[in-house]
C-alpha cells in the first residue's frame, strides 16, 4: 500500500543571477540577468516527491503577494494539495537571492519572511498522517514548529525525513526519531559535534554518492559539460527518497532513486525542473 509524503516546510521565491565566479570578501562581480524562480527547501523536496510519482500535500506558509499566490498555483498544478498553505496577511513571501557561477556551484542567501510565522496551526496537518506515510521537513522554518511536527508524525506511526539543511541544533529525541536524518558532509560534521545519535543516517556526498548507516552507493555520474546548477540537487534527493519510502521501496531501491533524481537535478537551472514563476 503506498503512503502520502507530507512535506513541512518553506517555500522561497528564488532570485538568480549568474556569476563567472562568487565574489571573495569585500568584492563586487557582475551577474548576467536577473530570474524569477520557485525555490525553498520544503516547496523543492514536495516537487521532487510528486515527480517521482507520491501523493503530495505541502504544509507551510505564504505572503499576501504576487509570488505566494503564483507558488500556490504552481504547486496545485503539479497535483500537489495546497490546503495547509496559509496566507500570512501583510507579510512577504520568503525570498532566496542565488548567484550560480560557471561552474555550476552556487551561493545563496535566504530570507524567510513568511516561512518564519509557522506555528502550531501548520502542526496539526500532521494529525492526518498514519503507518506507511512519510513526513518530510528540513530546517528553513521554525524548529519549534519542526520538532513539534516530528515527535506527532512518530507518534501516529508515520515515517520521518529529516533533512539537516540548513544545519541547527535539535533535541536528541529529535533526531533519533527520523530515519533516515539526511545529511551532507559538512552537516554530519556538525551533528557529530553535537553529539547527536541518529538511529539512522544517510550522508551524501555529492559526486562521490551516499551511505545509509555505512551502506555506500555510487553518485549517478554527470560529466562536468552537463553540470548546469547544483542548486536544487540535494532536495531532489530528499524528495525522491521520501516518496520511494511512501511507495514501500526498501533501503538500496530508495536510494538509488534519490541519486538518480540528485543527478538529474544539476542538469537543469533553478532549484526545481522548469521552476519560472
Same mark, same amino acid.
Given at each position: 500500500?503506498?503512503?502520502?509524503?507530507?512535506?513541512?516546510?518553506?517555500?522561497?521565491?528564488?532570485?538568480?543571477?549568474?556569476?563567472?565566479?562568487?565574489?571573495?570578501?569585500?568584492?563586487?562581480?557582475?551577474?548576467?540577468?536577473?530570474?524569477?524562480?520557485?525555490?525553498?527547501?520544503?516547496?523543492?523536496?514536495?516537487?521532487?516527491?510528486?515527480?517521482?510519482?507520491?501523493?503530495?500535500?505541502?504544509?507551510?506558509?505564504?505572503?499576501?503577494?504576487?509570488?505566494?499566490?503564483?507558488?500556490?498555483?504552481?504547486?496545485?498544478?503539479?497535483?500537489?494539495?495546497?490546503?495547509?498553505?496559509?496566507?500570512?496577511?501583510?507579510?512577504?513571501?520568503?525570498?532566496?537571492?542565488?548567484?550560480?557561477?560557471?561552474?555550476?556551484?552556487?551561493?545563496?542567501?535566504?530570507?524567510?519572511?513568511?516561512?518564519?510565522?509557522?506555528?502550531?496551526?501548520?502542526?496539526?496537518?500532521?494529525?492526518?498522517?498514519?503507518?506507511?506515510?512519510?513526513?518530510?521537513?528540513?530546517?528553513?522554518?521554525?524548529?519549534?514548529?519542526?520538532?513539534?511536527?516530528?515527535?506527532?508524525?512518530?507518534?501516529?506511526?508515520?515515517?520521518?525525513?529529516?533533512?539537516?539543511?540548513?544545519?541547527?541544533?535539535?533535541?536528541?529525541?529529535?533526531?533519533?526519531?527520523?530515519?533516515?536524518?539526511?545529511?551532507?558532509?559538512?552537516?554530519? @560534521?556538525?551533528?557529530?559535534? +553535537? %553529539? #547527536? &545519535?541518529?538511529?539512522?543516517? =544517510?550522508?551524501?556526498?555529492? *559526486?562521490? /554518492? $551516499? !551511505?545509509?548507516?555505512?551502506?555506500?552507493?555510487?553518485?549517478?555520474?554527470?560529466?562536468?559539460?552537463?553540470?548546469?546548477?547544483?542548486?536544487?540537487?540535494?532536495?531532489?534527493?530528499?524528495?525522491?527518497? @521520501?516518496?520511494?519510502?511512501? +511507495? %514501500? #521501496? &526498501?533501503?538500496?531501491?530508495? =536510494?538509488?532513486?534519490?541519486? *538518480?533524481? /540528485? $543527478? !538529474?537535478?544539476?542538469?537543469?537551472?533553478?532549484?526545481?525542473?522548469?521552476?519560472?514563476?
Amino acid at each position: 500500500m503506498t503512503g502520502r509524503v507530507l512535506v513541512l516546510g518553506s517555500l522561497n521565491v528564488d532570485l538568480v543571477t549568474r556569476v563567472e565566479r562568487h565574489p571573495r570578501p569585500g568584492e563586487t562581480v557582475l551577474g548576467d540577468g536577473l530570474e524569477q524562480l520557485a525555490g525553498g527547501k520544503g516547496a523543492n523536496q514536495a516537487v521532487a516527491a510528486a515527480a517521482a510519482g507520491a501523493t503530495v500535500a505541502m504544509v507551510g506558509c505564504v505572503g499576501d503577494d504576487a509570488g505566494g499566490a503564483a507558488y500556490t498555483a504552481r504547486l496545485s498544478g503539479r497535483g500537489i494539495d495546497v490546503s495547509r498553505l496559509r496566507v500570512c496577511p501583510g507579510e512577504p513571501s520568503g525570498h532566496a537571492i542565488v548567484t550560480v557561477a560557471d561552474d555550476g556551484e552556487n551561493s545563496i542567501v535566504v530570507v524567510p519572511g513568511a516561512n518564519d510565522l509557522l506555528d502550531e496551526r501548520e502542526v496539526t496537518a500532521v494529525d492526518t498522517l498514519g503507518p506507511g506515510d512519510v513526513l518530510l521537513v528540513q530546517l528553513e522554518v521554525p524548529r519549534a514548529v519542526v520538532c513539534t511536527a516530528v515527535r506527532r508524525a512518530a507518534a501516529r506511526g508515520a515515517r520521518v525525513v529529516l533533512n539537516t539543511a540548513p544545519y541547527a541544533a535539535l533535541p536528541a529525541d529529535v533526531v533519533a526519531l527520523a530515519d533516515p536524518v539526511v545529511a551532507n558532509e559538512h552537516e554530519m @560534521a556538525m551533528l557529530a559535534e +553535537a %553529539g #547527536a &545519535e541518529p538511529r539512522s543516517l =544517510l550522508v551524501t556526498f555529492g *559526486a562521490n /554518492g $551516499a !551511505a545509509w548507516d555505512g551502506a555506500t552507493a555510487p553518485a549517478h555520474a554527470v560529466a562536468a559539460a552537463d553540470v548546469v546548477d547544483t542548486t536544487g540537487a540535494g532536495d531532489a534527493f530528499c524528495g525522491a527518497l @521520501a516518496a520511494s519510502l511512501a +511507495a %514501500g #521501496a &526498501e533501503r538500496a531501491e530508495a =536510494l538509488e532513486a534519490a541519486l *538518480a533524481a /540528485g $543527478a !538529474a537535478a544539476v542538469r537543469h537551472a533553478g532549484a526545481q525542473a522548469d521552476p519560472r514563476l
